[in-house]
């Protein structure tokens, strides 16, 4: 699947999502790949079989139908898998947060839930009690990933520990991207349950700023998070939650990031915001940023796009430069992880080369396109 199909088919699944839907012509595999790659095949599955504008009710409905089937069977998997897992955490008395996934799905998906998928459990909690967190899921039959020290698995079942939300023990120098900090989570969230069991909920005003980072972190690659945020973002306006969390966005000096995402949600997924809203966040653009974000309105996905704006999100050059050093040779564990098995030190050189030219490639390319503009 090349960029231009990735660009029309994520339109595409927009239209599908929001209020405006369009039933797709023709429905083919290729189109339910592309909508399973984004993390929203089963709800454009389901939104298509609803329909009655059919022309072909063969092979492709079957395959509908059968992915639907198998994603009601790993939603029920994997929140009996988390109900297990929260009931341990509890019984050792151990608070923790649950980020994105489950909670995401128990808070805004409603009757939709067992068709959003959830690949792992993110589980955020203090960093003196992770060994005691560790052992619980030892004693439930959880065993830890030889290559990720704080990913527990029981069968397909993964479990991701982590003391601090942003990723800053693989890149450090995202710490100065926003003061947003495991305290916060717990500060801004409040007791209630999630799989059946006691578990504290994010508030809003914590919740959308950081879905918005995560998505940028991975350059909005699948469409599911946009989707998230849309879904959220509704629910912040029928509360009348939105100085609350604008204020938050300002905090925690994340304006770029949900910038982005709520400009690109408000205007292709039917998110319902105050226009005044989106110019109190909008963030400085040079000549060349502006192209991004309209590229990025565009719907292109566009390649390492979060190290093109975290860079614009340092404080100074100084720590601009140590970002893109970090970034290009970060600290062992993560060389270790992008290597994969074999020779760190030559698999890593071997790889990143490759990612460097890559990139050189793109922006070279790119360049060109913006002298002809």
């Known amino acids: 699947?090349?960029?231009?199909?990735?660009?029309?088919?994520?339109?595409?699944?927009?239209?599908?999502?929001?209020?405006?839907?369009?039933?797709?012509?023709?429905?083919?595999?290729?189109?339910?790949?592309?909508?399973?790659?984004?993390?929203?095949?089963?709800?454009?599955?389901?939104?298509?079989?609803?329909?009655?504008?059919?022309?072909?009710?063969?092979?492709?409905?079957?395959?509908?139908?059968?992915?639907?089937?198998?994603?009601?069977?790993?939603?029920?998997?994997?929140?009996?898998?988390?109900?297990?897992?929260?009931?341990?955490?509890?019984?050792?008395?151990?608070?923790?947060?649950?980020?994105?996934?489950?909670?995401?799905?128990?808070?805004?998906?409603?009757?939709?839930?067992?068709?959003?998928?959830?690949?792992?459990?993110?589980?955020?909690?203090?960093?003196?009690?992770?060994?005691?967190?560790?052992?619980?899921?030892?004693?439930?039959?959880?065993?830890?990933?030889?290559?990720?020290?704080?990913i527990y698995s029981r069968g397909e079942i993964n479990i991701d520990l982590h003391h601090e939300p942003l990723g800053i023990e693989r890149?450090?120098?995202?710490?100065?991207?926003?003061?947003?900090?495991?305290?916060?989570?717990?500060?801004?969230?409040?007791?209630?349950?999630?799989?059946?069991?006691?578990?504290?909920?994010?508030?809003?005003?914590?919740?959308?700023?950081?879905?918005?980072?995560?998505?940028?972190?991975?350059?909005?690659?699948?469409?599911?998070?946009?989707?998230?945020?849309?879904?959220?973002?509704?629910?912040?306006?029928e509360k009348n939650q939105w100085n609350e969390v604008l204020k938050a966005v300002h905090e925690y000096q994340l304006e770029r990031p949900c910038f982005y995402a709520l400009s690109y949600v408000n205007a292709h997924m039917g998110a319902n915001m105050p226009s005044v809203l989106l110019e109190s966040i909008k963030p400085e653009m040079g000549f060349v940023e502006r192209r991004l974000f309209k590229r990025h309105m565009n719907h292109e996905v566009i390649p390492y796009l979060a190290e093109r704006l975290f860079a614009r999100m340092q404080p100074d050059f100084r720590h601009r430069i140590e970002f893109w050093r970090e970034t290009i040779y970060p600290r062992y564990e993560v060389r270790e992880q992008v290597a994969g098995s074999g020779c760190v030190k030559c698999n890593f050189i071997r790889k990143r080369l490759k990612q460097v030219f890559h990139a050189a490639w793109l922006l070279t390319k790119e360049g060109f396109s913006l002298l002809r503009a």
């Open 1 to 150: 699947m090349n960029m231009r199909q990735k660009t029309d088919y994520r339109k595409l699944f927009c239209h599908c999502l929001g209020d405006t839907f369009v039933m797709p012509e023709p429905v083919d595999r290729p189109l339910l790949v592309a909508s399973q790659i984004e993390g929203v095949g089963s709800l454009i599955s389901f939104r298509m079989l609803q329909r009655d504008e059919w022309h072909d009710a063969g092979e492709v409905r079957s395959y509908m139908q059968e992915t639907l089937h198998e994603q009601a069977a790993w939603s029920l998997r994997i929140k009996h898998a988390a109900r297990h897992v929260f009931e341990a955490l509890n019984r050792a008395d151990i608070p923790f947060v649950c980020m994105r996934g489950i909670a995401v799905v128990e808070a805004l998906y409603g009757d939709m839930a067992a068709l959003r998928p959830i690949s792992d459990i993110d589980i955020l909690l203090d960093w003196e009690l992770m060994l005691d967190a560790k052992q619980s899921l030892w004693d439930i039959g959880f065993r830890p990933d030889p290559a990720y020290r704080n």
């Open 171 to 237: 890149v450090q120098a995202w710490q100065y991207l926003t003061p947003l900090r495991t305290a916060d989570f717990f500060k801004y969230s409040q007791e209630g349950e999630l799989a059946g069991e006691a578990a504290r909920l994010l508030c809003p005003r914590v919740n959308l700023p950081y879905l918005c980072f995560h998505a940028m972190k991975h350059s909005f690659e699948r469409l599911l998070w946009l989707y998230d945020i849309a879904l959220l973002a509704n629910k912040i306006g």
